[in-house]
């Protein structure tokens, strides 16, 4: 009885972190920078808070839209920079400066808050060589 209990208490703490995200990526799309980063990085604050007391872990995706050194909300183009470098994501937060790396593999066809990788073994091992693209539309 008590695990089934707990199942429920970890699913609510799941369900009220994503609903404190969607309401940080409202807020970041809406208002002015100075009260959208204060408002976007409390609901991240709280979403952390909850994690911690229900020793619930926050889903990777959206784990990577937090800064590991200053845990602001991240917003591309506005306070990260987002590159692609070989097999990893590296995000760069423009408040404190740390760069965070993402193996793209791991990530497999989970969607990362505002990029939606699709990547898998067989896309990158069965690609056709350009040459073969370019000979068949020679053809048609």
């Not at 969607?22 to 709280?46: C, F, H, I, P, T």
């Not at 619930?56 to 590159?83: D, S, T, W």
Request: hydrophobic fraction near 30%; proline fraction near 2%.
């Amino acid at each position: 009885k008590k695990r089934g209990r707990k199942g429920r208490i970890e699913d609510i703490a799941l369900q009220r972190i994503e609903r404190l995200f969607e309401l940080a990526d409202a807020d970041a799309r809406g208002n002015k920078m100075k009260e959208r980063s204060r408002r976007s990085d409390r609901y991240v604050q709280l979403a952390r808070k909850i994690g911690m007391r229900y020793r619930v872990q926050i889903p990777h995706h959206l784990k990577m839209r937090i800064c590991n050194g200053c845990y602001a909300f991240l917003v591309p183009g506005e306070n990260a920079r987002i590159r692609l470098r070989g097999d990893y994501i590296t995000t760069t937060c423009l408040r404190c400066g740390k760069q965070m790396d993402d193996l793209i593999k791991d990530l497999g066809n989970r969607e990362w808050g505002f990029i939606s990788l699709n990547f898998t073994a067989e896309h990158t091992e069965n690609a056709e060589a350009p040459e073969n693209t370019e000979q068949r539309l020679k053809q048609s």
